[in-house]
């Protein structure tokens, strides 16, 4: 499903921003708008089980399910009045659920720019080609650890030379294609007890393996 050309933002969207802008310096207790930034979560479940993830601490007490593209459509024709953000993801895995590129689309034919945020153990080349073709604005990778053993210690259940490659081949697909979005980052957790020397060790080693591929 392939989202036609975005809108440009509104004046309306300006004067908002402004405005809030100016409530948020003025400590304004009480808000005359909406929100800016709409959170939706396409599902509460995940494929890892990350040790600093509050997610799977949430499995016993909350029902682990799906959004519908109803129910996702619902909201986004009640909030793109005010509404310029949306941000696709939460505590799950948002690839987990097949309608997330109609959802990408959906809202970016509502004028809403779209961001994703994944540990892209998912994101093979159908994946890639049905997020690009979607309108997706902003994507980041959760990738943490330019080793393998560092990356199994945050990512358990990750396997990291495919998750590598996949992301790599995200990033080799949207310069195939000629799209200049989304912008594409990769994030690196850094652990408290790590040094000057690992913390450099573990950015340059990012830096190696997604250089050269139109990561941003």
């Known amino acids: 499903m392939a989202a036609p050309g975005r809108l440009p933002m509104p004046?309306?969207?300006?004067?908002?921003?402004?405005?809030?802008?100016?409530?948020?310096?003025?400590?304004?207790?009480?808000?005359?708008?909406?929100?800016?930034?709409?959170?939706?979560?396409?599902?509460?479940?995940?494929?890892?089980?990350?040790?600093?993830?509050?997610?799977?601490?949430?499995?016993?007490?909350?029902?682990?399910?799906?959004?519908?593209i109803d129910t996702f459509t619902q909201v986004i024709e009640k909030?793109?009045?005010?509404?310029?953000?949306?941000?696709?993801?939460?505590?799950?895995?948002?690839?987990?659920?097949?309608?997330?590129?109609?959802?990408?689309?959906i809202a970016s034919a509502a004028g809403m720019r779209t961001k994703l945020h994944t540990n892209a153990t998912l994101m093979d080349e159908t994946w890639s080609r049905k997020l690009l073709d979607a309108g997706l604005d902003f994507i980041s990778f959760s990738f943490d650890g330019c080793d393998e053993a560092t990356y199994k210690?945050?990512?358990?259940?990750?396997?990291?030379?495919?998750?590598?490659?996949?992301?790599?081949?995200?990033?080799?697909?949207?310069?195939?294609m000629g799209k200049k979005e989304p912008?594409?980052?990769?994030?690196?957790?850094?652990?408290?007890d790590w040094d000057a020397a690992e913390r450099r060790r573990q950015r340059d080693g990012i830096r190696q393996l997604f250089g050269g591929v139109g990561i941003n």
């Not at 939706?40 to 682990?64: D, F, G, H, I, Q």
Request: some cysteine.
């Open 11 to 68: 004046q309306s969207h300006l004067l908002r921003l402004a405005r809030a802008g100016y409530e948020y310096l003025t400590r304004r207790t009480t808000l005359r708008g909406g929100p800016l930034r709409l959170w939706v979560e396409p599902t509460n479940t995940c494929n890892l089980k990350c040790p600093m993830c509050r997610t799977p601490l949430l499995a016993e007490s909350v029902p682990k399910g799906l959004m519908s």
């Open 79 to 105: 909030t793109k009045p005010y509404v310029r953000e949306v941000f696709l993801f939460l505590g799950g895995e948002p690839l987990l659920n097949k309608r997330l590129p109609e959802m990408v689309a």
């Open 153 to 176: 210690e945050f990512r358990v259940g990750g396997d990291f030379a495919r998750t590598c490659a996949n992301v790599r081949r995200f990033a080799e697909l949207k310069r195939e």
């Open 183 to 192: 912008v594409t980052v990769v994030q690196l957790i850094e652990r408290p």
